[in-house]
């Protein structure tokens, strides 16, 4: 079983390297550049492949399955700290290199969770399941929220300022590599708080005390 995880281990590791060569690549060569007035389709395909990967892998193979099931959970969920960056939004939205509509909630989002990540991971690790799953069902919501923001802004602003500066690098590594790992990062924990135990209520113990009878 050790050498089996170590194994899956390497593997994740070289997959997670090779997908970032990828998503490189692909921002050098502008491929994630969507045509004028145009929808972002490559940009959305680049969020959503590996997430339809993953998603196959983990229905479709119990020995991934219990690998993925295997990790800690807090070292996962700490790493979530690293949106505290999303201060980078709202200094290009000061900039105006980014609209508003996108910055703003992207921006104070993942610095929402970023800032509380430590805590969801040090105190609701494994005893308050409910709160948990809550705060990485936000997280989600959180990184939801920036995608669908990034895509009505261009439509609704087409001559103001766009998500363009998104689709070129560095910043283009956000939405085809760091947005799909987080959204997987959460997916994980997610399906591991899943099979915790629920917390039972401490039962009252009944005693004369109770009742003034002493």
Same mark, same amino acid.
């Given at each position: 079983?050790?050498? %089996?995880?170590?194994? +899956?281990?390497?593997?994740?590791?070289?997959?997670?390297?090779? @997908?970032?060569?990828?998503?490189? %690549?692909?921002?050098?060569? &502008?491929?994630?550049?969507?045509?004028?007035?145009?929808?972002?389709?490559?940009?959305?395909?680049?969020?959503?492949?590996?997430?339809?990967?993953?998603?196959?892998? +983990?229905?479709?193979?119990?020995?991934?399955?219990? @690998? /993925?099931?295997?990790?800690?959970?807090? %070292?996962? =969920? /700490?790493?979530?700290?690293?949106?505290? #960056?999303?201060?980078?939004?709202?200094?290009?939205?000061? +900039?105006?290199?980014?609209?508003?509509?996108?910055?703003?909630?992207?921006?104070? #989002?993942?610095?929402? *969770?970023?800032?509380?990540?430590?805590?969801?991971?040090?105190?609701?690790?494994?005893? &308050?399941?409910?709160?948990?799953?809550? @705060?990485?069902?936000? #997280?989600?919501?959180?990184?939801?929220?920036?995608?669908? $923001?990034?895509?009505?802004?261009?439509?609704?602003?087409? &001559? #103001?300022? =766009? =998500?363009?500066?998104?689709?070129?690098?560095?910043?283009?590594?956000?939405?085809?590599?760091?947005?799909?790992?987080?959204? *997987?990062? &959460? $997916? *994980?924990? /997610?399906?591991?708080?899943?099979?915790?135990?629920?917390?039972?209520?401490?039962? /009252?113990?009944?005693?004369?005390?109770?009742?003034?009878?002493?």
């Amino acid at each position: 079983m050790t050498e %089996s995880k170590t194994n +899956y281990g390497r593997l994740i590791a070289g997959l997670i390297a090779a @997908w970032f060569v990828v998503s490189l %690549s692909v921002s050098a060569l &502008h491929l994630l550049q969507r045509p004028a007035g145009g929808p972002p389709i490559s940009l959305l395909s680049a969020v959503l492949t590996p997430l339809v990967v993953f998603s196959i892998w +983990y229905v479709s193979s119990k020995p991934f399955r219990d @690998w /993925i099931l295997s990790l800690n959970p807090r %070292s996962l =969920t /700490i790493f979530h700290a690293e949106r505290i #960056g999303g201060l980078v939004f709202l200094a290009m939205y000061t +900039y105006k290199v980014l609209p508003g509509m996108f910055a703003l909630p992207a921006g104070w #989002g993942d610095i929402a *969770i970023g800032a509380t990540a430590y805590l969801a991971a040090t105190r609701l690790v494994p005893n &308050h399941r409910g709160a948990f799953i809550a @705060w990485h069902l936000l #997280g989600i919501l959180d990184l939801a929220v920036a995608l669908s $923001m990034a895509a009505i802004s261009t439509f609704l602003q087409p &001559h #103001g300022i =766009t =998500t363009a500066p998104m689709t070129v690098l560095p910043l283009s590594l956000i939405p085809a590599f760091a947005v799909p790992l987080f959204l *997987i990062l &959460h $997916m *994980i924990c /997610i399906a591991q708080a899943r099979r915790w135990p629920a917390k039972q209520p401490q039962p /009252i113990r009944v005693t004369s005390a109770s009742y003034g009878l002493q």
